[in-house]
């Protein structure tokens, strides 16, 4: 067997379980899709791979489950609810931890160590431990039950590995672009504007789509400082409470879920690229 | 341009010293050298004078401004670093125009003199592209182009070759030299590379563990070194040390060891009065050893006799290494059609004129 022949046959061999991996992981998933566009009947009879046989009968498949979780299940108020808290929740944490990160990185001042000893610490702090305390003090400062209160949560829980991972890259930028910005004129501000920014996009983006995933999946933190009001339920809330009222209704559940996915899909692969790229190849003769 | 003036300028980082009472005047115009190994603060000096570090000590001019408290981009400088430190998501337009954006010139002004820059460093094709689809020359030229748009009073390199290869360095090398007789600016070059000191500077500052050890123009320094280090490290091959006695003999001085004895020129002789019976450092340059045979008019008072241990055969020059028993190296810069082989033993005659003696203790040139 030639040297060619082996490194195909190995190289298929490695494809092969790559893509049966890929196939097993989709299964649940695909299930769900198929669910969410059969009749209640079918689902009650049958299984959702009797569909993959005739895929183009149009009579095994409705719209009818999407249309009656979106406005009369209150899912469409709690995705919209859902994107309300998820976009500022991501954009705050990481504004701040893009100007903390830089301001650890590259400049000094009094009480540096500290605060960096301070948000390592942090990292390792539970968030079940702060439920209490800061549920009093939303509750006091009549946060609790609100869009602010929910960001401000979220922002907090979010910032010390924003923080962290930010402080990790910027620092580990060349120190020789400071220098040529501050010869060029470049203010502390000039140079985050057109220097670090630019330059953290890809770990931005990657750190944007961590954040905005988890805020988008959150249940718990949701349901602790936003409770189950029907105006600020996030999506995950409202289908936790579908479960308990139609946990019969296959049909209407794995729609109301699939509808939850949708936007997770679409952030990753838009921003996807950003983990592959590195912006800094260049930059600096090595 | 401006003339550039240090006056005992000190710098430390905590309990080192990195640049020790700098004191340099440096002429409107004048293209500086500062020279010497990792290390010795000559990175350092030049990063105080661009504002990068802050002097512990003393005072930095630019024109006839005190600067010390001046931030680098109120200082009027431009700066190339060894790296180059291109911003990597600009494109070679935007690197180059970023000092000119930032001070608000007029964009029609910006187009100008970027375009009639990079034209002037023949990269005017390359403006659109970004860092990194540009090769290791073009990429110095950017990072030049970029400190010359500024039009700054004194421009600061620092080891702007050392990342380009061989032949690009040399090439780069006279570029730069006829870059600053056109535009004149005053330049301040850092360098760790003696070759590249040499040949480009009007003056050179040899520093070695962050003071200076000497200033002058590169062939005084060659001729003349003022100790033992300077000596030493300018010039390639280096300088050969030897540590014979100072005898004297019938009124005549020798410097002597066991396997040879040189005689002191009358003239210099005198100066060694004071070392009698004492042991010194002679310092003899390859291009100052000859085989006997070869030197007609030779100075019989610097015949010894050596074994050759290796020969370089480099084409335009042989250089020998010779042994004398087993005690000292040397190596000869001979004629490249010299007839030697490795093993012989050979009359070799030193220039005693032209070399040095230095203290062996404080290593001060003696002559």
Redesign the interface.
């Known amino acids: 067997m030639s040297e060619k022949t082996s490194r195909i046959l190995s190289r298929g061999l490695l494809h092969t379980v790559i893509i049966l991996i890929a196939v097993l992981w989709l299964i649940p998933t695909i299930g769900v899709l198929i669910t969410s566009f059969r009749p209640a009947q079918d689902v009650a009879n049958s299984g959702w791979w009797t569909v993959l046989g005739n895929m183009f009968d149009s009579a095994r498949l409705t719209l009818r489950n999407y249309n009656m979780v979106l406005s009369r299940l209150g899912v469409g108020r709690a995705f919209l609810n859902s994107f309300i808290i998820t976009i500022p929740a991501t954009i705050i944490p990481l504004s701040i931890a893009l100007l903390a990160a830089y301001a650890l990185g590259w400049m000094k001042f009094f009480g540096h160590t500290f605060v960096f000893m301070a948000l390592i610490a942090l990292l390792v702090v539970p968030l079940q431990m702060t439920f209490i305390p800061v549920l009093r003090i939303f509750n006091k400062l009549g946060l609790a039950g609100s869009f602010p209160g929910i960001w401000l949560a979220h922002s907090g829980y979010g910032l010390p590995l924003a923080i962290y991972m930010l402080y990790n890259s910027i620092s580990g930028l060349p120190k020789e672009l400071f220098d040529s910005a501050s010869i060029d004129g470049a203010s502390s501000f000039h140079t985050f504007l057109y220097i670090v920014l630019p330059l953290s996009v890809p770990i931005v983006a990657s750190l944007a789509i961590f954040q905005f995933l988890w805020v988008w999946n959150d249940l718990l933190v949701a349901l602790i400082y936003l409770g189950g009001t029907p105006d600020v339920a996030p999506i995950t809330v409202q289908i936790s409470s579908l479960v308990g009222s139609y946990g019969q209704d296959w049909e209407l559940l794995t729609a109301a879920v699939f509808i939850s996915i949708v936007p997770s899909l679409i952030i990753f692969f838009s921003l996807q690229r950003y983990f592959v790229r590195g912006i800094l190849a260049g930059s600096v003769k090595g | 341009m401006a003339k550039v003036l240090l006056k005992g300028v000190s710098k430390e980082f905590g309990k080192v010293i990195a640049v020790k009472d700098f004191t340099l005047d440096i002429k409107d115009g004048e293209f500086i050298i500062l020279v010497g190994p990792s290390g010795c603060g000559k990175t350092t000096t030049l ?1 105080t004078i ?3 570090e802050e002097a512990s000590a003393g005072e930095i001019y630019i024109g006839d401004k005190l600067v010390n408290d001046v ?3 109120n200082r009027d ?3 190339v ?9 600009m494109n070679v337009y935007k690197n180059m125009s ?2 000119l954006r ?2 608000k010139v007029p964009k029609p002004e910006i187009n100008k003199i970027v375009r009639r820059t990079a034209d002037l460093l023949g990269i005017g094709e390359l403006l659109d592209r ?5 090769s ?1 020359g073009q ?1 110095q030229r950017v990072a030049l182009g ?1 400190a010359i748009v ?1 039009d700054p009073r004194v421009f600061l390199f620092d080891e702007p070759l050392s ?1 380009l290869d061989a032949k690009l360095r040399i090439a780069m090398r006279a570029e730069l030299l006829d870059l600053h007789q056109r535009l004149k600016t005053t330049t301040i070059y850092v360098t760790h590379d003696q070759l590249e000191a040499m040949t480009m500077g009007d003056r050179i500052v040899i520093m070695n563990e962050g003071v200076i050890q000497q200033v002058d123009t590169p062939q005084v320094v060659y001729d003349h070194p003022v100790n033992r280090y300077v000596a030493g490290f300018i010039g390639s091959p280096s300088m050969n040390f030897l540590s014979p006695t100072i005898v004297k003999e019938n009124g005549n001085f020798y410097a002597a060891d066991k396997d040879y004895k040189l005689k002191i020129p009358g003239d210099k002789a005198k100066l060694l009065k004071d070392y009698v019976d004492k042991e010194v450092v002679l310092g003899v340059r390859p291009e100052h050893i000859d085989t006997k045979a070869t030197k007609r008019d030779h100075d019989p008072g610097g015949v010894f006799s050596a074994s050759i241990w290796v020969v370089e055969t480099l084409g335009s020059e042989k250089l020998v290494h010779i042994r004398s028993g087993e005690k000292y190296t040397l190596i000869a810069r001979l004629d490249p059609h010299a007839d030697i082989k490795t093993g012989e033993t050979v009359e070799f005659v030193a220039n005693m004129n032209l070399s040095h003696v230095f203290d062996k203790e404080t290593e001060e040139i003696v002559f």
């Open positions: 990063r661009a504002g990068l931030p680098p981009k400088i431009a700066m670093f060894q790296n180059y430190a291109l911003y990597p998501h970023f000092g930032l001070r970004k860092p990194k689809e540009l290791g990429r970029r500024r990342n």
